[in-house]
C-alpha cells in the first residue's frame, strides 16, 4: 500500500482526540461493570445477562442500523450518539446512589449503550474513508493511531481509574463515562463535513440492508475478515464473562489487581497496533491475519493454564498484541476495498456477525464456570480460537488481499447498489 499523502488532515486529529475521550470513559467501565455487578450477584449467569446485553442491538438491528447510516449525515449521527449515551448514564448513577441498583437495571443500561455504540462506531467507520480520500495506506496509518489510542485509553488507562473510583462510590465511574461521552460528542461535531456518496435510485431500507449483507457473504475476503471476529467474540466474552471472577478465585487478586490486569492486556494491545504496519509489509496482510489469530488462541491457553497474576498478565499481554494488530489491519483492508455507498452497511454487517456471536460466548462462559469451574472457558476460548485460524486462512490469504485491492483500484464511476462485490471472482483467486 503506498500514498503520496504525507501526513493526515487537521480533521483526522479532532476524530482522534474525541474517540481518545470516549475510548477513556469505556475503559473505566469495562472494569466498573462487572465489579458493579459483582456488588449485586455472584451468579455467573447472571453475570452472563450483563455482559450480553451489551451486544444484543447488534444481533437485533445491526444490519439495519448500517443501512440508516448510510442514508444519515455521518458526522450528526455520531455526536447524537453520544450526547444520548451521556444522558443516559444519568440513571445508572442515581440508582447507585439510591442503592437500587440491580441485574436488569444494569443489563438495560448495557443494552442502551451498546444500541448507541452500534450508531456511532457504523458512522465513524463510514466517515473515516470519505475524510481520508479512501487511500489505503492513510487508512491504515489512522486506524493504528485510533487503535492505539483506543487500547492505551480504554485498556491501560481506563481499566485502574475505574477501579479507583468504584472505591470512592458506585456511581462515580458512571458519571466519569458520562463526562467522556459528552466532551466526545462536542468535539464530533466541530469535525469537517466530508462529501456524501452519489444517492442511489429509493430503495426500501430492508432491501438495502438485505444489499449490503448480501456484499459481504458474496465476497470470500470480507466474509473471512467478518467470521475472525465473529468466532473470536464467542471465545473472548466465554473469557470476559468469568475474568472477574476467575481472577478473584484462582489467582487471588482484589479490585486494584483485576484493574492492573486488564492493563497488561491493553499494554499488549498498544504493541500490536504499534506493529501491524509492519507485520503487514513483511508477511503480507493476510499471513499477518492469520498469524495473529494464531497467537491470539495460544495466548488464552497460557491465560487458563498460568499459576499466578505474573503468568496470567503475560498471556493477557499477549493476546492483546495480537488483537492489536489484528484490529488495525482488518478494517483497514475493509474500508479500502468497500464502495462508499455500502460502507456503512457492510461495516455493519461484519460488526453484526461479530457482536451477534458475543451473547452466545458470555452465555457459554458462564454456563461452563457454573457446570464445570472457571477455568473451562478459557481452554474452551482457545480452542474455538485455534479452529477459527485454520478455517479462514485461505480465505484471507494474500492472493486474495492483493487482488481485492487492484479491484478496488480499478473500479472507476459510480458504484452500483448492488449485492456483487466489483472485484476479482473468486475462481481467479484461489488460494
Known amino acids: 500500500m503506498t500514498s503520496e499523502a504525507t501526513k493526515l488532515p487537521t480533521g483526522f486529529g479532532r476524530l482522534w482526540t474525541a474517540q481518545t475521550v470516549s475510548s ?28 450480553a446485553a451489551g451486544t444484543l442491538p447488534w444481533l437485533l438491528f445491526g444490519v439495519l442500523g448500517g443501512a440508516l447510516v448510510d442514508r444519515w449525515d455521518r458526522r450528526r449521527t455520531m455526536w447524537i450518539a453520544d450526547t444520548a449515551r451521556a444522558a443516559l448514564l444519568a440513571i445508572p448513577a442515581a440508582a447507585a446512589v439510591l442503592d437500587v441498583l440491580s441485574v436488569p437495571l444494569l443489563a438495560a443500561v448495557a ?24 487511500d489505503p495506506a492513510l487508512l491504515e496509518r489512522a486506524n493504528a493511531r485510533l ?28 458519571l466519569a463515562d458520562a463526562v467522556s461521552f459528552a466532551l466526545s460528542a462536542l468535539l464530533v461535531r466541530s469535525l469537517p463535513a466530508v462529501p456524501r456518496p452519489v444517492p442511489q435510485v429509493r430503495e426500501s431500507l430492508l432491501r438495502q440492508a438485505r444489499a449490503g449483507a448480501s456484499y459481504v457473504l458474496r465476497d470470500r475476503l470480507l466474509l473471512g475478515l467478518a467470521l475472525r471476529p465473529a468466532v473470536g467474540n464467542v471465545a473472548f466474552l466465554a473469557v470476559e464473562t468469568v475474568l472477574a471472577l476467575f481472577a478473584h478465585d484462582r489467582l487471588g487478586i482484589g479490585v486494584l489487581g483485576f484493574g492492573l490486569l486488564l492493563t497488561a492486556e491493553a499494554t499488549g494491545g498498544l504493541l500490536g497496533a504499534g506493529i501491524a504496519s509492519f507485520l503487514g509489509r513483511r508477511l503480507g496482510t493476510g499471513t499477518a491475519l492469520t498469524c495473529t489469530a494464531a497467537v491470539e488462541g495460544l495466548a488464552i491457553l497460557g491465560l487458563a493454564a498460568a499459576p499466578n497474576p505474573y503468568v496470567a498478565g503475560l498471556a493477557l499481554a499477549v493476546c492483546g498484541a495480537g488483537m492489536g494488530a489484528t484490529m488495525v489491519l482488518g478494517p483497514s483492508l475493509r474500508q479500502a476495498i468497500v464502495p462508499a455507498h455500502l460502507m456503512g452497511r457492510v461495516a455493519s454487517t461484519s460488526r453484526m456477525l461479530a457482536m451477534c456471536a458475543a451473547p452466545f460466548g458470555a452465555f457459554l462462559g458462564g454456563w461452563l464456570a457454573a457446570t464445570y469451574d472457571v477455568r473451562t472457558p478459557l481452554y474452551a476460548a482457545a480452542g474455538l480460537l485455534l479452529a477459527m485460524t485454520a478455517v479462514t486462512s485461505t480465505m484471507t490469504s494474500n492472493r486474495r488481499v492483493e487482488a481485492a485491492l487492484r479491484g478496488s483500484s480499478d473500479r472507476t464511476g459510480p458504484a452500483e447498489d448492488s449485492s456483487h462485490p466489483a472485484r476479482v471472482p473468486d475462481a481467479v483467486i484461489s488460494a
Open 24 to 51: 477513556l470513559g469505556d475503559g473505566v467501565m469495562h472494569a466498573a461493570l462487572p465489579l458493579l455487578a459483582l456488588t449485586v450477584t455472584r451468579d455467573p449467569m447472571a453475570l452472563a445477562v450483563v455482559a
Open 147 to 174: 487503535r492505539g489510542a483506543q487500547t492505551a485509553a480504554s485498556g491501560f488507562a481506563g481499566p485502574p481509574a475505574g477501579s479507583a473510583l468504584l472505591v470512592l462510590g458506585r456511581a462515580v465511574p458512571l
Open 111 to 134: 443494552f442502551l449503550l451498546g444500541l448507541g455504540g452500534l450508531f456511532f462506531d457504523t458512522a465513524a467507520t463510514a466517515y473515516l474513508p470519505d475524510l481520508l480520500g479512501r
